[in-house]
């Protein structure tokens, strides 16, 4: 059987990283492992250390900070964490020193090398966040991106390629510093349905996603029934502004679609049959009460659900906001797909 220590020697280059960053906090670091642990106390002890390092930033320089983060990327690489995920996980962990660095103090002359481990530590947050559901490592990322996508223009593509060649993404594969700069450039650009876009398309491979401007997103895909994909999409959608999923099925979009509709707090409902038949439906969303929620489960589509007569006839907030969006149900269909 293989020796899972030797499954655990980190590449060479990492060893470097983490020497000449060990060196760097070595004031508040010296009971650290000189080099990467591969036993499990020795795993712990790094854990614990880092931990306490990312959580208690106060002390500590810029560059001091920036080694806490490259130990940490280095310690994910090398396998100290078990998981990325959960209280142990080590998605807290580099959120919290990405956190520090945000706080300010940092060199003009090193803003490069810090904007280029950020990216890296962000891009592999977006690896190995969970891509389903809202749990607090999904909440983590999208804080910690929002918080310093300011910075990261000033990464250095160069700088970026070099430092990231001994890391592998979440399939195991080499990081190619493209795809760090393609996510760099959707955080910074802060496209919440490109953000969708990109989970989806992780999720579904089969689905066809795309946006039709700023606030309407379009999934496609062999469906018997559209109004769930449409909830999933719409909850792939971060924030709280009114923003709409159109759903249909691979049949083509003149057939049945649904349109899930998030406003003010609520969930608007639109569905046309195949006979051309419309419903309208608006639910209530809470802490219990999440689009997929409501679409999986109709016991509770019926008790969030807010009256407005019968379900044939459309009512204001939901025209409202569909206009919004750029829905137009007048025409078939009732958005152009864009060439």
Not at 97 to 125: F, H, K, N, T
Not at 330 to 338: H, L, M
Request: charged fraction near 20%; proline fraction near 7%.
């Amino acid at each position: 059987m293989t020796d899972p220590d030797q499954v655990l020697s980190p590449d060479p280059r990492l060893l470097g990283l983490w020497a000449s960053s060990l060196s760097e906090v070595r004031t508040v670091g010296s009971d650290m492992p000189t080099s990467l642990p591969t036993v499990a106390a020795e795993r712990r002890r790094a854990r614990r250390r880092m931990e306490a390092l990312a959580e208690d930033p106060a002390s500590l320089t810029a560059s001091q900070r920036l080694a806490v983060l490259t130990m940490a990327l280095c310690g994910i690489q090398a396998g100290v964490w078990d998981s990325p995920v959960g209280d142990q996980g080590w998605i807290r962990v580099v959120s919290r020193a990405l956190e520090s660095l945000e706080d300010g103090g940092i060199p003009e002359r090193l803003s490069p090398q810090v904007a280029s481990w950020m990216a890296l530590a962000i891009y592999l947050m977006h690896e190995h966040r969970p891509t389903t559901g809202r749990p607090a490592e999904v909440l983590q990322y999208e804080k910690t991106a929002d918080a310093v996508s300011y910075l990261l223009p000033d990464a250095d593509a160069e700088l970026l390629a070099g430092i990231a060649e001994p890391f592998t993404n979440a399939s195991g594969y080499p990081v190619d510093p493209d795809a760090i700069l393609d996510v760099i450039a959707m955080i910074v650009q802060d496209d919440p349905l490109a953000e969708a876009v990109d989970i989806l398309e992780a999720n579904h491979p089969a689905w066809a996603v795309h946006k039709h401007g700023t606030a309407l997103l379009h999934v496609d895909g062999d469906f018997r029934a559209t109004f769930l994909p449409a909830a999933e999409a719409l909850e792939a959608i971060t924030g709280t502004g009114t923003v709409t999923v159109w759903a249909t099925a691979a049949t083509g979009t003149t057939g049945a679609w649904t349109l899930a509709v998030r406003h003010d707090g609520t969930l608007i409902r639109v569905e046309r049959s195949a006979q051309g038949q419309f419903t309208w439906h608006h639910y209530a969303l809470g802490a219990l009460a999440s689009p997929v929620g409501i679409a999986r489960n109709p016991e509770r589509a019926n008790r969030t659900r807010i009256a407005h007569g019968p379900l044939n006839r459309p009512f204001d907030e939901a025209i409202k906001a569909l206009a919004a969006t750029g829905v137009n149900l007048t025409a078939d269909p009732p958005s152009e797909c864009p060439a």
